[in-house]
């Protein structure tokens, strides 16, 4: 079984793949197919990781919620990142400005996964019994197929609102994504419909 550090640095790995495909393309099909899979891949597996890592994090850390708050608000950089990646996710291919928007939004995700790497999922690990963690890898994956498909910023201040009203959204993102266009890897397809 996988364990809840592995899951999410297979997420993170996914996240540079397509980011590399992306930004290595010349193929502007290409690049739309892998910029909804970025936008659905990175919106998920936000969403989820504040729903099921988080709390997770607060009780295994010595100073728990404050410390795991304080991360939360202190991030200010992830308020940014979503409000990036909402404009990524709507940007043509074309458009001057798409690859220095994911380029910026991925040098920001790139800082926020390593020290997630290398901080709270090593905290994590240390806690956790094999069976704890890989239950937390199944609420994590089942916590994505039920979770926006889509960066939506609703202008909360607190991330947990947020990410409650969000899951209004996810039915409208999940018809939504059944007219986009994704990447023809047999892999792939199967992916946005889980």
């Known amino acids: 079984m996988v364990r809840i550090s592995e899951a999410i640095k297979d997420d993170h790995r996914k996240l540079e793949s397509y980011y590399n495909i992306i930004v290595n393309s010349e193929d502007e099909d290409e690049q739309t197919r892998f910029q909804n899979q970025f936008t659905w891949e990175l919106a998920r597996h936000a969403?989820?990781?504040?729903?099921?890592?988080?709390?997770?994090?607060?009780?295994?850390?010595?100073d728990g919620k404050a410390k795991t708050d304080d991360d939360r608000q202190s991030n200010a950089d992830t308020a940014q990142l979503k409000e990036m990646l909402a404009v990524f996710q709507d940007l043509n291919c074309s458009d001057p400005r798409f690859i220095p928007t994911i380029t910026t939004l991925m040098e920001g995700l790139a800082q926020h996964m390593q020290d997630e790497e290398t901080n709270d999922l090593v905290i994590l690990e240390e806690s956790l019994t094999s069976d704890e963690s890989e239950k937390l890898v199944e609420s994590l994956n089942r916590t994505k197929i039920f979770v926006p498909s889509r960066s939506h910023s609703y202008g909360l201040e607190r991330p947990r609102y947020e990410t409650a009203v969000g899951l209004l959204s996810a039915p409208l993102d999940h018809l939504q994504d059944l007219f986009r266009r994704w990447p023809e890897e047999e892999s792939m397809l199967s992916a946005p419909l889980e």
């Open 47 to 62: 969403v989820a990781e504040e729903l099921v890592v988080f709390p997770a994090l607060e009780k295994v850390r010595p």
